[in-house]
């Protein structure tokens, strides 16, 4: 089965290349396709700038490389894949994508850590109450011991249960608004990134094309001047050349009315 080209394929990159890559090899091939005149050059074109829309976004490139290995995986779900396919596949993790994972793998320890502290509070508490948890002097130490550690009077152990869940979804939804602007802020300095590196490749590419051209000038006005000095010698030669012979002739004719 012929595989599939995919866009790092078109700019002729691997999977791991960075913005700074993605760039120089979109700018580069999009003057080599400039510089040709074949029938498919618009459509090669359109290929190459959709290319790069994606790849130079973190979020489509993110959702592009999951549909690359979503076909990879169904391929070749039926074989095992040797170790250092493995390892070759971690080596080529998207940086920011590696860094969202130990941020979000962190939450989910921090979490944990949390609900554990939660939980032995609740078991020091039932311990300290009396025999049979159920009873008021147990309720009543459990809302006391609520109270010191929230600052929330409950008026009863499930009113107090309820607005613990409350608290733990709140906290858990702040979590992943924090994650997310952690996210959108990665996004925007990349963005921002990238933007830089293309106005200074646009910038070298311009002075580049500006020193070219005064080359060129410059080529031109040499063999400009070097032709003149050919035509201004040639003239000479043949204006010396015909006072040569008007002389010659002249000295005959003196010659002969002696």
Do not use: C, H
Not at 36 to 53: G, Y
Not at 66 to 83: I, K, T, V, Y
Not at 205 to 231: H, M, P
């Amino acid at each position: 089965m012929t595989q599939k080209t995919t866009y790092y394929d078109l700019l002729g990159l691997a999977p791991e290349a960075d913005l700074e890559r993605i760039g120089a090899a979109y700018l580069r091939l999009s003057r080599e396709l400039a510089e040709r005149a074949d029938d498919d050059v618009e459509i090669r074109q359109k290929k190459l700038k959709q290319a790069f829309e994606v790849l130079s976004d973190p979020v489509r490139r993110a959702a592009y490389d999951a549909g690359l290995n979503g076909q990879s995986s169904l391929s070749f779900r039926g074989e095992s894949p040797l170790p250092g396919e493995v390892a070759l596949g971690g080596a080529r993790r998207n940086p920011v994508r590696v860094l969202l994972s130990i941020i979000a793998t962190l939450m989910i320890v921090g979490l944990v850590i949390q609900v554990g502290v939660m939980f032995s509070t609740y078991r020091r508490v039932n311990e300290a109450a009396l025999p049979n948890a159920a009873s008021p002097a147990a309720e009543k130490a459990y809302l006391q011991d609520f109270y010191q550690t929230y600052g929330i009077r409950a008026a009863s152990r499930e009113e107090a249960d309820l607005l613990l869940a409350d608290m733990r979804r709140k906290e858990a939804a702040e979590r992943e608004q924090r994650t997310q602007e952690r996210q959108q802020e990665e996004q925007e300095r990349a963005q921002r990134r990238f933007e830089e590196e293309s106005r200074r490749l646009g910038a070298q590419v311009t002075a580049d094309n500006l020193r070219a051209e005064e080359e060129a000038r410059r080529v031109r006005e040499d063999e400009e001047r070097r032709k003149e000095a050919q035509e201004k010698a040639q003239q000479d030669a043949e204006r010396m050349k015909r006072e040569a012979e008007i002389a010659r002739f002249r000295s005959r004719s003196g010659l002969g009315s002696e």
